[in-house]
């Protein structure tokens, strides 16, 4: 197959153009009719017929341009590689876990510079500094701070589910339970955010614990259902209950974080005041951007560090075999409800963050859907596998983020099409594409947490997904 | 009690009058054994004894229903295990078990699976998780510690070279050995393994063998194990407890039990060739009728035993056979399954126990004068079995059409019953009795349970049945003062006019 496809790539070439022409004929016949023209009313009630050629162009040109670039390139590309990868597979598999040991490194530096990454850049671009620092706010705050919240949720929900095995769909309620409590207790009580992190956390977790409790025996499915039904208590308790949470208008007015005790706020005392820096909003952007940063990288840090004690292996363990597990003398409900309990702990952490950010907390803020995107994110990025989720949420985040930048499509389909409203169909269409193409996520394979020669990663065949 | 326990102090395991019971099916029933401390004792018994079930209550993953399980430790502490959750039996008792159907951790590798089986060893020296998060010093020590461990029971299952490989990867025998070493990781006083030689090739199985007697010899570990394996039975074990039906049959050393009659006729029945024979003979006779193929074979077994044996003793046993009641279809076809299995079970059984068996089936039995379990009446032993209270019932209906069913009911009729008192109602359809002025829905409930279905069973009340009836529905005079027998009456008179519905099954 190799040798034919050496020996003459013209031939290739003259085929693709050919496949090309044919499947740009074939979208013209399709399309003509359908695409090509257009009835409409006129203002006298008339119907017209609108010719719409250049769509019609666009069509066939995807199509023709599509067909041809499959056939003279991608194929001959996966043929190739599927060969390479088949001949030289050890060789391959050594060049890729190095570039894989090394990534999470590079990324890490890469968050780290990413504010002033984006400042620079902007600030030349514009040519001033203040506009780079004003230019920075979009993607400081919509992208690098909205990304890596979600990715902490996912990394805390990611101990329940990756870890434990253990189907939690009412996640989001933790989040609620903190972002409540640092929004009342801070303007009831004046308590400040440093204080308010940490109690945020551990009220998540005695929720885990009180969510745990009753959920113990259940398992799959209907393991599945109460956690939904207990996320939407949540929720349905912090509209009804007017007294405490004033309902549906929601609690303003949530003071800011201090770095501190250094408020960022404008005028003398505030940050950029005592640095001798121009009064910006950013600044706090930036702060916010490395505090999430930082709670991110904590969950991350004990993730990684509770897989190599003796719980985070019981978690495993659970999710493998719980009969086994008992077998073995393991108390399978302190197992689980300790896994419930952490990863509430750090929705909870991130929930405070959130209400510090936002400054306004309401129900709205923890919807359903909100449970479902931080699945999603696990599921996509390989359950257990930090990096793998770590990507997944700035994939399905970023991604829908990107699609309100995305100006141009207004010239393609008109100047009312808003390329947010598909935000979700290209959701969940970037979901099955992944699902198709990696089944156990972008990371399916699964690092062990001992070695007696050498680290091999476990292939995702072996693992399994947890029943309860 | 503590008299009894310094009399057997070396059983590391007692069981005692153990019984559990799954709604109506007795599993175990009045079991009693004892494993002795750093011996190898295998519980044996042909499939559906209620070994596993043994096994589960033993390992606190069934509750039983009765009785006491005592588990002595090596430093004389006393364990009742009947009454502990699972996970603590392991962790305190020090009784550790494998499965049936292996369960590993699959997505774990190897060595992983021995890490989780020191679980909590490692739980303490990390301070529940708190220090070990924060790097102290003596988790690292404790989790290296762990590792060496592992390493010394993979070298015993010689598995070394391929700890880091997930578990779900290894061939099965593999398997098999690293489910023992993780039991082991448990550092338990009492290993239960459940058929740890299922699906062993001779070779694995003969490692295995060698594995077993290495962890009792070295370890000082006692060994309750169930196994189908005779070769591994009769080779390793120093005692061995034999189970049928839920009844211990056998108790001994591996060469007393091998000869024990009881055990032979449980695993063996007839010897296989001949039940082989009674069947192609059915076959041949052409008899197509289940019943008529179970008469057959079971009357040419006792012939056989009689011509072979012609003392009195033996014929009177098993003249129980031929001598049925008349049964419903049902358990006739029930026995011959039964039979089949006998046959496929024997035609299993291993080597070692065959020769012995053909030899003394027939002779054993007479001579020593066990009249509990002749051979010969084991083909007949599931017709005896057949649902007792089902005959009677059955004599009494005219056409049953759910024997099982009916003899449950039978069972259910009340005390204090009328004497015309039906199992089941006639085509298994009762009338509708609350049509009867004075009868509500409860009461006929009642009467239901008391069997009475028919109008024309009211009908045919005498006076004590009147009074016995309204003894059940506590009600006096009631049914004299609204004419019960005669609405009755009228009513029976009434459906028999028309063509019979009921007996059709069709609804009013």
Redesign the interface.
Known sequence: MADVQTSNPESNFAKAVKEGLVAAALALGLFLLIVGFRTDQNIRNELVLNQRWGLLAIFVLVAGIGRFLLTAYVTPWNAARALSKRTVAAKEAKEQSAFRKSFPKIGLALLFVYPFLVIGTLALYNGSMMGGLQGSLKYVDNFGIQILIYVMLAWGLNIVIGLAGLLDLGYVAFYAVGAYSYALLSSHFGLSFWLLLPMAGIFAALWGIVLGFPVLRLRGDYLAIVTLAFGEIIRLVLINWTVVTKGTFGISGIAKATLFGIPFTPGPGGFANLLGLPNSGVYYKIFLYYLILLLALLTAW?TI??R????G??W??L???E??????????TTTKL?AFATGAMFGGFAGSFFAARQGFVSPESFVFLESAIILAIVVLGGMGSLVGIAIAAAVMIGGTELLRELEFLKHIFGNDFTPELYRMLLFGLAMIVVMVWKPRGFVGN?E?????????L??S????EGHG | MVSEVQKNNNAILRVERLSMKFGGLIAINDLNFEAKRGAITALIGPNGAGKTTVFNCITGFYKPTEGMLTMTRQNGEEYLLERMADFVITKKAKVARTFQNIRLFSGLTVLENLLVAQHNPLMLSSGYTILGLLGFPTYKKAAADAIEKARFWLEKINLVDRADDPAGDLPYGAQRRLEIARAMCTEPELLCLDEPAAGLNARESAELNKLLLDIRDETGTSILLIEHDMSVVMEISDHVVVLEYGTKISDGTPDSVKNDPKVIAAYLGVEDEEIVEMLEQAEAAGVDDLTAAVDLMSSEAIHELEETHPDAAAVSLVTTGPARPAKPAAAKKQSVAKLARTTASTATGTSEAKPAAKKTPVKAAPAKAEPAKPVATRPAAPKKAAPAAAAPAAAKKPAPKAPAKAAASASQIKAGATANALAAPRGGKADRLIDIKGIGPVNERKLNEHGIFHFDQIASWKKADVIAAEAYLAFDGRIAREDWIGQAKAMAKASQKKPAPKKSGGAE
Do not use: Q, Y
Not at chain 1, 308 to 311: D, F, Q, S
Not at chain 1, 448 to 456: Q, V, Y
């Open positions: 004990v560090r509770l190599r004690m003796p719980i292996r019981a495993e363990a999710r493998e075999d009969i086994a597990c008992r077998s073995l003398g393991i108390n399978t300790t699964r062990p947490s001992a070695f007696l020669h050498k680290r091999k476990v292939s065949e072996f693992t399994k």
